[in-house]
Nanobody
Framework: QVQVVESGGGLVQPGGSLRLSCAASGTIFSIAVMGWYRQAPGKQRELVGTITSRGSLNFINYADSVKGRFTISRDNAKNSVYLQMNSLKPEDTAAYYC??????????WGQGTQVTVSS
């Protein structure tokens, strides 16, 4: 099994920045893809971006809505994935979730961390 725990959410003004962290534990060697998702009130959960590590290479993709503003990175030594969010907009307000997808297709979710962008 894998456990993932997010942290770093909060209240920020439009145009501001936040950095979310996701720490993974358990059978982390079986993780194929780590991803960030978000869910705003009354909306479906949507993909923010994913990172896949193969050896020393990281393959990252982003939703169009966050390209150029958000950056996903990974620290293998700390078994952590990060989401750097810049130029935040009110429409980025949502609960942000970390996801670990294993090679066998099983996925694990964190409890979520709230990000609120408001003046």
């Amino acid at each position: 099994q894998v456990q993932v725990v997010e942290s770093g959410g909060g209240l920020v003004q439009p145009g501001g920045s936040l950095r979310l962290s996701c720490a993974a534990s358990g059978t982390i060697f079986s993780i194929a893809v780590m991803g960030w998702y978000r869910q705003a009130p009354g909306k479906q959960r949507e993909l923010v971006g994913t990172i896949t590590s193969r050896g020393s290479l990281n393959f990252i993709n982003y939703a169009d809505s966050v390209k150029g503003r958000f950056t996903i990175s990974r620290d293998n030594a700390k078994n952590s994935v990060y989401l750097q969010m810049n130029s935040l907009k009110p429409e980025d307000t949502a609960a942000y979730y970390c996801n670990a997808a294993l090679r066998d297709g099983v996925t694990y979710w964190g409890q979520g961390t709230q990000v609120t962008v408001s003046s």
